[in-house]
């Protein structure tokens, strides 16, 4: 595990990759700065994480009582 001259606990930013300190003295925890938060939050807000999903099923092809078969 690495640590910093104080420590603490250092980990992989999930934005960027370099070193973020995970403890309560970094606000932005787990990432390394605001800025590599703000960009990870918008990736969520326009939807750019995404999982993969099987298109949604037509409801013609539905059997009886709405069951798919």
Same mark, same amino acid.
Do not use: T, V, Y
């Given at each position: 595990m690495k640590t910093n001259a104080q420590?603490?606990?250092l980990v992989r930013c999930p934005q960027c990759g370099?070193?973020?300190v995970f403890a309560?003295?970094?606000k932005w925890? *787990?990432?390394c700065s605001e800025r590599c938060r703000q960009i990870d939050l918008g990736a969520w807000a326009s939807e750019s994480f995404?999982?993969?999903a099987?298109?949604?099923q037509? *409801?013609?092809?539905a059997g009886p009582?709405?069951?798919v078969h």
């Open positions: 420590g603490e606990r370099g070193d973020s309560s003295s970094n925890r *787990p990432f995404r999982m993969p099987a298109p949604p037509d *409801p013609d092809d009582g709405g069951l």
